[in-house]
């Protein structure tokens, strides 16, 4: 059941251009900011540079092309996640939803899995974008996989807190506000610690643990904070959607 | 099911306490993920992994290791990011040595701290290992940070003696037959130095660890 959910909602994202259309402009400018930084390492890398700063084309192009796509991710998945269940609420088929012979969980979860399919296509096509790296030079495929998997979860935590801010309010736009700001101080939250880098509190940002993936290391806190969030935020919108349906 | 003043009351405690509980949860589980974790390096180039060479030094030290960073807080000098870029530096050594505990202090907010251990330079580092301790200023790599744990793991400190006078090759000389680039070598990794009179001294010393004769022109004569 959660698949035939999941189905629906990736075949409501490409039955209009619109899906179409959002990756078509994202890949363009992950594209665009492939390129500068191929022509940046030319520039940076051949000027009076000492040899010990000199880095690899995998790690200069990877480190730019990764740190935008988690700064434009942040823009770009609240507009997705925001009308997944507000939508249904607004146009009055939420009832209908909960009275089909599916549980509540089946249906969040399934809705979570559609956008993940979607994003995943995303996360894919830029690991496939710089592995093209490979005809000139020998590039570091560890690195890239581990930066692959640190976005994925990064997209797939932005979708989590999406769905549930979704799931708060009526209004999509509403919905797509509140995730972008929670997301973007949840990103940043590190920053206001930066002089105290071991405080707790800056543990909870999520940019802190997607800085480990994209040193190319999987570390096993990393993924379950990841997890954590996840599930967290997914339990949260299933309580909540259950709440609405007690009230009716 | 009829929904009365009293029935949704139950339904926000019964609510509020599972909120809270699932989140205590939550936080739990981040905590012990945080205490037991395991990381594996992916890079082909394992640039986030330890030489062998530095891990075996980890390896022989036993008990915990203090780092002390004089690094100034604010972002004028760029504090934060050093503060950053040391601790990132540092976890190379914590994923191999656990109990390597990093502390940082302001310098203009404790100059009286930073004057007692004698701190010169923004940024400087005071190691600490079994009550010996060490300074080290930036920029320093991985091999400067090795040869410093190495210099503190040494605990003999019997002296390598040479002889001179004699037209040897001298550890701490400049000339071009000296071997003193040899010597500083040894010197950064902890090794001492004793030159012995034996003018004046009837025979050498018991208290050194070896002595060194390099290469003498001349004949030795002892009494």
Known sequence: MILNIARKELKSLFA???????????????????????????????????????????I???????????????????????????????SQTLPFLFSAPISLTEIVLGKFLGLIVFLSILVFYIFLMLTTLNIWADIDFGYLVANSI????????????????????????????????????????????????????????????????????????????????ISTFLTLTIRRLDADRLRG | ???????????????????????????????????????????QANR???????????????????????????????????RQGIINFMTRYQRTKPDIN?????????????????????????VEYQKRSEHINPPFAEQEMTNLFMRLSRTNQQ??????????????????????EFGKQLESKGFKFANPNLTVESEVPLNGSMLVIASPQKKYFFY
Request: charged share 15%; net charge neutral.
């Open chain 2, 102 to 126: 990093i502390k940082f202090i302001s310098p203009v907010e404790e100059p009286k701290l930073a004057q007692e251990m004698g701190i010169k330079v923004d940024g400087e580092v005071v």
């Open chain 2, 159 to 180: 002296a390598v003696m040479y002889l001179d006078g004699h037209g040897e090759r001298n550890l701490i000389g400049l000339k071009n037959n000296d071997v003193g």
């Open chain 2, 1 to 43: 099911m009829k929904i009365n003043s009293k029935l949704r009351l139950q339904i926000l405690i019964q609510n509020s306490f599972f909120v809270v509980l699932f989140i205590v949860l939550v936080f739990l589980l981040g905590f012990l993920a945080n205490q037991y974790r395991f990381s594996k390096d992916i890079t």
């Open chain 1, 60 to 90: 200069f192009v990877g480190q730019t092309v990764y740190s935008i796509a988690s700064f434009i991710m942040l823009f770009a998945v609240p507009l997705l996640t925001m009308r997944l269940i507000s939508e249904e609420r607004r």
């Open chain 2, 48 to 82: 986030n992994t330890l030489t062998t060479g530095s891990v075996n030094v980890l390896k022989q030290m036993k008990g915990p290791i203090t780092l002390t960073v004089f690094a100034s807080k604010d972002d004028v000098n760029n504090g934060d990011t050093f």
């Open chain 1, 150 to 229: 640190g976005l994925w979860l990064l997209v797939a935590s932005f979708s989590a807190l999406g769905i549930y801010f979704s799931s708060l309010t009526q209004q999509p736009i509403i919905a797509a506000i509140l995730s972008f700001i929670s997301l973007f101080a949840l990103m940043i939250m590190e920053r206001f610690f930066a002089s105290d880098p071991n405080h707790w509190f800056a543990y909870l940002s999520l940019m802190k643990h997607f800085q480990s993936f994209s040193r190319g290391l999987i570390d096993s806190s990393d993924l379950m904070y990841f997890f954590l969030f």
């Open chain 1, 16 to 58: 209009s251009p619109m899906g179409w259309i959002i990756l078509a402009l994202l890949m363009m400018a992950f594209g665009s900011y492939y390129l500068t930084g191929v022509n940046n390492y030319f520039e940076v890398m051949s000027g009076a540079i000492r040899p010990a700063e000199r880095v690899g084309v995998t």
